[in-house]
């Protein structure tokens, strides 16, 4: 019997790093058990709703910055392996998750302000901390399964972009809910499209289309 060498696609601090969050997880998940019931009940019903959701998902409360954290870092290190697997040096674009959280983020709030109904856009941002919540803990495992199986890498580009779709549309469809929902007019509804979801993606994929596809 012949002995093979195990392909290393990625380097070894990535793995460290997923075992880092992990860590952080599980001693906010010992501390603050409830946080984690929280996210699951937002997965069916208006993250207002939830029992203690201001701590849970809003902007200032700290499990959600823990959270949050968390999934700048997952997302950070999963676009590290895209790129080190499409053997791209574009590392900037580790940055990008965190910035498109920002620039939603703050597009919401500046929303809210402009239009004197921060009550509503409220739900929306919450909904956003949410849909960050969860994507960062959903893609952990999946890294683990790419960076243990590298041989499948093909697969799990598929399995990572496939998530991120879903997610996205996910919270795009929960927030034009939450939006009729809270009666909103229906051209405040096309200016959000436009303006927040179909411009940042047509940007996006300007950008990620040289690395990934070009």
Not at 57 to 70: A, E, V
Not at 100 to 119: H, M, N, R, V, W
Request: positive net charge; glycine residues 6%.
């Amino acid at each position: 019997m012949e002995l093979t060498l195990r392909e290393e696609l990625f380097p070894h601090w990535v793995l460290y790093a997923l075992l880092l969050t992990i860590s952080v997880l599980s001693i906010l998940k010992h501390q603050r058990e409830m946080v984690f019931v929280h996210i699951k009940g937002a997965f069916f019903k208006p993250p207002s709703t939830v029992p203690y959701a201001k701590e849970s998902f809003s902007f200032l409360g700290s499990s959600n910055w823990i959270l949050l954290i968390n999934y700048f870092c997952v997302t950070g290190i999963g676009v590290f392996m895209l790129l080190a697997y499409y053997k791209s040096t574009d590392y900037w674009l580790v940055a990008l998750p965190t910035i498109i959280y920002l620039f939603q983020l703050f597009a919401l709030f500046f929303a809210g302000l402009l239009s004197g109904e921060f009550k509503y856009v409220r739900e929306n941002i919450l909904l956003l901390n949410f849909s960050a919540h969860i994507a960062g803990l959903l893609l952990i495992p999946i890294l683990f399964v790419w960076i243990l199986n590298p041989q499948l890498s093909q697969y799990m580009v598929v399995t990572i972009i496939t998530v991120i779709i879903l997610f996205y549309f996910m919270r795009l469809v929960r927030g034009m809910l939450l939006a009729i929902r809270n009666k909103a007019l229906w051209y405040y509804i096309i200016l959000y499209l436009c303006g927040l979801e179909i411009w940042p993606i047509v940007v996006g994929y300007l950008l990620l289309e040289p690395v990934f596809i070009g």
